[in-house]
């Protein structure tokens, strides 16, 4: 069971706009950073977003992050049928002294 | 731009020790932690540990009493070690370069499956 909890799959027609939550607690996301990532079928995870909100080089600005107390959410506009991925949210859990991810949400574009 | 790349046996046997090097190209292990991550088929990623270039270690607390982490700043690469293995222990490895909330890059990942 993951320490942060994510919706196992969200869906959105193109062109529309979706968001992903990631709840957690005041030991992890209410304490630290969050960040998120995209994983392709297959593939490595890929960084979409870190200390929250800010979007390394290269990410298009139609992903975007916010954090909320113990909660973080990714959103995605102008959704496009390659954004079709899993996602997944991590940081850092000061109780445990360890890395945490959320369980990875799958999304499908209609 | 740094690159990472996972090696190691593909097939362990159970209570076996499992072995992974990742090689970091196109820059030097530097002020960063190094990261092991894991991804059961089908599953989601589980943090295993990281080591920093000073050598200090931090591991998952499920999995501290079996995985020992090293650094060899001279060869550019890190290691995972992690022993008495079960068929829990099959899933694809990767490692990471990051900071304490982050991980970026990741190397392509190396399937490890325990099976005698």
């Known amino acids: 069971q993951s320490m942060l909890t994510q919706p196992p799959s969200v869906s959105a027609a193109p062109g529309q706009k979706v968001t992903i939550s990631c709840s957690g607690s005041?030991?992890?996301?209410?304490?630290?950073?969050v960040s998120w990532y995209q994983q392709l079928p297959g593939r490595a995870p890929k960084f979409l977003i870190f200390d929250n909100s800010r979007r390394p080089s290269g990410i298009p600005d139609r992903f975007s992050g916010s954090k909320s107390g113990t909660s973080a959410t990714l959103a995605i506009t102008g959704l496009q049928t390659g954004d079709e991925a899993d996602y997944y949210c991590?940081?850092?859990?000061?109780?445990?002294?360890?890395?945490?991810f959320g369980g990875g949400t799958k999304l499908t574009v209609l | 731009q740094v690159q990472l790349q996972e090696s190691g046996p593909g097939l362990v046997k159970p209570s076996e020790t499992l072995s992974l090097t990742c090689i970091v190209s196109g820059g030097s292990i530097d002020n960063y932690y190094w990261s092991w991550i894991r991804q059961p088929a089908g599953k989601g990623l589980e943090w295993i540990g990281r080591?920093?270039?000073?050598?200090?270690?931090d591991y998952n607390p499920s999995l501290k009493s079996r995985v020992t982490m090293s650094i060899d700043m001279s060869k550019n690469q890190f290691s995972l070690k992690l022993s008495s293995v079960t068929a829990a222990d099959t899933a694809v490895y990767f490692c990471s370069r990051g900071w304490i909330t982050w991980f970026d890059p990741w190397g392509q990942g190396t399937l490890v499956t325990v099976s005698s």
């Open positions: 991590g940081t850092w859990d000061s109780s445990l002294n360890g890395g945490v």
């Open positions: 005041s030991s992890n996301i209410g304490k630290n950073y």
């Open positions: 080591i920093y270039i000073n050598g200090n270690t």
